[in-house]
């Protein structure tokens, strides 16, 4: 049966290694928690989904507690904590009093008709019943073999199901929202004696049947239909229970041609896109099918002058002659790992074999830092240019033709990864703007403007989102722009400097380009979102991710709690619904705290 394992006193990191500290003897920035617990649930992982849920459930609730109990003399309590795979850049995640590792949270399995409601709008054969910390990987494997697949995802797959649609993680598929639209239902585990079964009236899943069999001896289940507090669940931040499990829509297996070309962005193409008119913009990469997905990389420091890259997946009927394989598609973030992994090697910052000097000729322009720059980018001129010289992308000539059966053809999960830069933690600065996707004419140049003066470290990658579901999503706008900001982290610069000789040529110059080098990303996140606002164009920024987000920037996207009206406030009064009072001194953490999301927990009732 599942069961809680416990650690005390254990070193924890999060994989972008952006949370707590570093020291010598502890050089990989960590903190340390003081009970660790993880769920051990691999022998029901095979159960039927309403079972394993149930089977979940009650080692959970026995978790919280023990949590209680533990946390109760605190004043003030700290938070039981929740992490997946520890994705997230921001301090979402991480709590050093206590926290449970959802990992072994993992399972998918269909939904039985007979457990269906004869209003659900979804065949039960479209629904999935996956357990909170099973990652997307895994539920796509799940559901090849069934002819099933996700809508969309993230552009890798090791992310959780809770985490992901927890905080509004996005891919993202045109003319859709992100992960948290395919959750159908939850099952949240809101106390040592309460769990809850939550679903839209307008679209519910379980028949009184099927909720039956969440049952647990001795523990409350209710259940909950309404379409407002499902929405406010949707995007729960970790504070409205443990996500034990959720009820997902998947979809048929398609096949899709995978389109990688190099073009010149200009106005009318910006234009396009501000309008939605993607079969142009596919037109002009000579595509004649409107694509299913479509990014574009450009080059902040000159995004009408360099050649930008387009990434799409284009859907196709015809049979590939090739089999499928992977697409191994080089991301951004999977170039910068690249980029982190040749730092972090010594010949990355010694002259070469050949004696040639590290940095060039003294009259080599650009200055310095950017001298040292193209030496650590391998001779090219900046990540832009590394990033689009390794990823594959063609001259934008001659048709490109989708169901020419010669091209190979790919499912969704074919076109994603699983570890984000390659599995090289640390080596990623990442930060994520939404905005409405009729100000982005406006918006590139601007924020391009705002960043001319950075060294060229980082690219801007533009995605499209619409429709998103969750009342906290960050992606707020009917229709979405959302602009990542990917480049060397500080910590993988402060480990190449940490790695210099100072003996060695150049190593004063070296030394001082990286201790340049590690601020450029925050100073970039911060010109950006300047820009935006003295553009008057509205963003908001994602959750689990970098940039400096801070309580006046939500309260100004989703309105002050005092306001009734806000959307902050419904949140939590739809938190309060959900929990428990006993329970809400455990479901928070100390980010959301200091976004204005809830207010410092006080005492800890028992």
């Known amino acids: 049966m599942p069961s809680i394992r416990y650690d005390d006193h254990v070193a924890w990191s999060n994989y972008h290694l952006t949370l707590g500290a570093r020291s010598a003897a502890r050089p990989v920035p960590s ?69 449970l590792a959802c990992d072994g949270l993992s399972g998918a399995a269909g939904l039985d008709e007979g457990d269906r409601d004869p209003a659900c709008t979804v065949a039960a054969d479209r629904i999935a019943l996956v357990s909170g910390g099973t990652r997307l990987r895994k539920l796509v494997d799940w559901g090849r073999p069934l002819g099933l697949t996700l809508m969309t995802s993230g ?58 069999r969440l049952e647990v001896a001795g523990a409350r289940l209710r259940v909950v239909r309404d379409d407002d507090q499902f929405e406010d669940a949707l995007v729960h931040l970790g504070s409205m229970g443990i996500v034990n499990g959720v009820a997902m829509e998947m979809v048929p297996i398609e096949t ?37 997905f479509y990014e574009i990389t450009l080059n902040p420091h000159a995004p009408f002058a360099d050649e930008a890259t387009h990434l799409m997946y284009v859907p196709r009927t015809a049979s590939a002659l090739l089999p499928p394989g992977d697409a191994d598609i080089v991301r951004p973030a999977d170039a910068i790992g690249l980029l982190g992994q040749w730092l972090t090697r010594s010949d990355a910052t010694r002259p070469s074999a050949a004696g040639n000097a590290l940095v060039g000729e003294r009259d080599d322009p650009g200055g310095a830092v950017r001298r040292v720059l193209r030496r650590l980018l391998k001779d090219e001129s900046s990540a832009f240019a590394y990033y689009r010289a390794i990823g594959k ?3 934008n000539s001659g048709p490109f033709d989708p169901e020419d059966p010669a091209r190979p053809g790919y499912d969704w999960g074919a076109l994603h990864g699983d570890e984000i830069t390659g599995n090289t933690p640390g080596a990623l600065y990442n930060a994520s703007f939404a905005i409405p996707r009729d100000h982005l004419a406006a918006a590139i140049p601007a924020i391009c403007r705002a960043v001319a003066h950075l060294e060229p470290s980082f690219v801007f990658s533009i995605r499209f989102v619409a429709r998103p579901a ?20 500080g910590l993988i610069c402060e480990v190449a400097a940490a790695g210099i000789d100072p003996s060695e040529p150049h190593a004063g110059e070296m030394l001082a380009a990286l201790r340049a080098l590690s601020t450029t990303l925050e100073k970039g996140a911060v010109a950006v979102r300047a820009a935006l606002e003295a553009a008057r164009i509205p963003s908001s920024m994602h959750w689990a991710k970098l940039g400096d987000l801070d309580k006046a920037k939500v309260q100004a996207d989703f309105g002050h709690p005092a ?38 927990i006080g005492t800890a009732k028992r």
């Open 31 to 99: 903190m340390t928690i003081e009970r660790l617990a993880r769920i051990e649930a691999g022998d029901v992982a095979a159960q039927p989904g309403l079972a394993r849920f149930a089977a979940t459930a009650a080692p959970l609730m026995q978790h919280l507690a023990t949590v209680r109990s533990d946390l109760g003399g605190r004043r003030p309590p700290g938070p039981a904590g929740m992490t997946g795979c520890s994705w997230s850049f921001s301090p979402v995640i991480g709590t050093p009093a206590s926290q």
């Open 155 to 212: 552009t890798h797959l090791g992310a959780t199901v809770a985490g992901s649609a927890g905080t509004a993680s996005h891919g993202s598929r045109l003319g859709y929202g992100g992960i948290q639209n395919m959750v159908l239902g939850m099952h949240l585990i809101t106390g040592a004696t309460d769990h809850v079964w939550i679903e839209r009236s307008s679209g519910p899943v379980l028949n009184a049947q099927g909720a039956a």
């Open 256 to 292: 899709f041609a995978l389109l990688r070309r190099r073009a010149t962005l200009d106005a009318a193409w910006l234009d396009d896109l501000a309008q939605g008119e993607f079969d142009r913009a596919a037109a002009r990469l000579h595509c004649p099918v409107v694509p299913a």
């Open 470 to 489: 969750g009342t906290l999503a960050f992606t707020r706008f009917e229709q979405n722009a959302v602009i990542e900001i990917d480049g060397l982290s």
């Open 563 to 600: 306001d009734p009206e806000s959307l902050i406030r419904r949140w939590r009064d739809t938190r309060d619904a959900l929990l428990p009072e006993e329970s809400r001194a455990l479901f928070w953490n100390d980010h959301v705290v200091a976004l204005g999301l809830l207010d410092r």
């Open 393 to 395: 992308f063609e001259a």
